[in-house]
């Protein structure tokens, strides 16, 4: 049900310190608009979205696209593969492995 999704997605960011903008998902690809309400660094508020992504949508979306939003327009965006936050979580290296596994935009 993707008003249930909506929610419970937009309670995962509140819970990170972010914004849910809007969501989309299409086939195995969740689209993520999300404003980063607490961190200083997008990278970190990049990780902090994937991370409550990870635990709250169905198994079958494998890629989230997330979309930083500053004053209603997209600054900068992130695809990152479910495959590698799950296989990193755990790695001593796996903020800069799972960064240079993203592929980022402007």
Do not use: C, K, M
């Amino acid at each position: 049900d993707p008003a249930t999704t909506r929610q419970a997605v937009a309670r995962a960011l509140a819970d990170q310190g972010l914004g849910l903008h809007g969501l989309r998902v299409e086939g195995a690809r969740a689209r993520v608009e999300v404003e980063n309400l607490t961190y200083g660094i997008a990278a970190q508020a990049l990780g902090r979205a994937a991370r409550g992504l990870s635990r709250v949508l169905p198994t079958w979306v494998t890629e989230f696209e997330i979309v930083l939003i500053e004053r209603g327009l997209p600054i900068t965006s992130a695809l990152l593969r479910r495959q590698d936050l799950e296989g990193l979580e755990f790695d001593l290296d796996g903020a800069w492995s799972s960064f240079a596994r993203a592929r980022l935009s402007d």
